[in-house]
């Protein structure tokens, strides 16, 4: 019988299982490297919070000018609201107010009317909860947190006395050259011979300031002796002083409906006409973090609700 050579089967088996226990090392090993420190369960958690912060989740984004506030199903009595700006918007203003506190029972909102510069720093000192405004921010302002919300549209009318013989329209390029000074006299326009009395708003004004943009196109108010720069901003003062030979602007809602001035057309258009040359937006403002009474007012302006109460006459 021959003798089988090699070594015997126990080294076979030996080897066997050397092969296994060192496979089985190797995956562990790769396992621990690629397993994370902390259990991954669906989300991983937020970091901690910095020392001294409470751990609380982050307010959602406040809302931009596109984006309004719901409408208020309640409002808790007691609520005030303090708004200042724009005398543009005082008729707004004070339909809102008056369709607020009727519809939300205890509330009270408080509206004056000292111009969109001086509602905006109202707001910067955190003595107004919300600003009528009749311009856009500036980057500056919005660098401060503040946040238009868009409410209306309006048109700037051009108005003279209803006792002033000038009976004709003007023209865009009319109405520029004179409030810059270049036309002085209504015979310049075809009316009889009288100094044309411009009275114009203080740099304050939101209306002035969106009067430089529309009409005059960027460009500036005259300084010719012809040309009155009232010190308030107030349009019944401005309406009182128009006189047979004075000419003056307006937001259309304020002199819709007064008896002792007359609205010009301008390129044969009022201001009801939809292609009317002279539009603008109408905002409210806030600063960002919204004081409580914000969210309730504002949802209010923008609701159906607010914008049939916006149109009330009274």
Do not use: C
Not at 96 to 104: P, T, Y
Not at 150 to 178: F, S
Not at 199 to 227: A, C, D, M, W, Y
Not at 243 to 271: D, F, S
């Amino acid at each position: 019988m021959a003798q089988r050579s090699g070594p015997p089967p126990i080294v076979f088996i030996l080897l066997f299982l050397m092969l296994i226990g060192g496979g089985y090392w190797y995956f562990s090993q790769q396992k621990n490297v690629n397993q994370p420190t902390a259990i991954n369960q669906g989300t991983p958690p937020p970091p901690p919070p910095p020392s001294g912060t409470p751990s609380t989740q982050p307010p959602p984004p406040p809302p931009t000018a596109t984006t309004a506030f719901p409408a208020p199903i309640s409002v808790p009595a007691g609520t005030t609201v303090l708004l200042d700006g724009s005398t543009s918007m005082v008729t707004i203003n004070q339909n809102l107010k008056r369709g607020f506190e009727s519809q939300f029972p205890g509330t009270t909102v408080t509206a004056s009317a000292n111009g969109t510069d001086r509602g905006i720093q109202a707001l910067i000192a955190n003595t107004a909860d919300i600003a009528a405004i009749s311009r856009t921010l500036t980057s500056a302002e919005q660098s401060q947190g503040l946040i238009t919300v868009p409410v209306a549209r309006d048109q700037i009318a051009i108005v003279v006395g209803k006792d002033n013989p000038y009976q004709r329209g003007l023209t865009t390029t009319q109405v520029m050259q004179i409030f810059q000074g270049q036309i002085t006299d209504w015979s310049q326009l075809g009316g009889p011979p009288s100094p044309i009395k411009v009275i114009n708003r203080p740099s304050i004004s939101g209306t002035h300031q969106t009067f430089k943009e529309l009409v005059l196109q960027g460009g500036n108010f005259g300084t010719t002796p012809n040309i009155t720069t009232m010190e308030r901003d107030a349009t019944t003062p401005m309406l009182q002083q128009l006189g047979k030979n004075g000419i003056g602007y307006a937001t259309y809602a304020q002199v819709a409906n007064q008896q002792t001035v007359r609205v010009v057309a301008v390129e044969g258009l009022t201001p009801e006409a939809t292609s009317y040359p002279y539009q603008r937006q109408l905002y409210y403002a806030y600063k960002n973090p919204p004081s409580p009474a914000v969210p309730y007012f504002l949802g209010y302006a923008t609701s159906p609700q607010g914008q049939q109460a916006m149109l009330t006459e009274n």
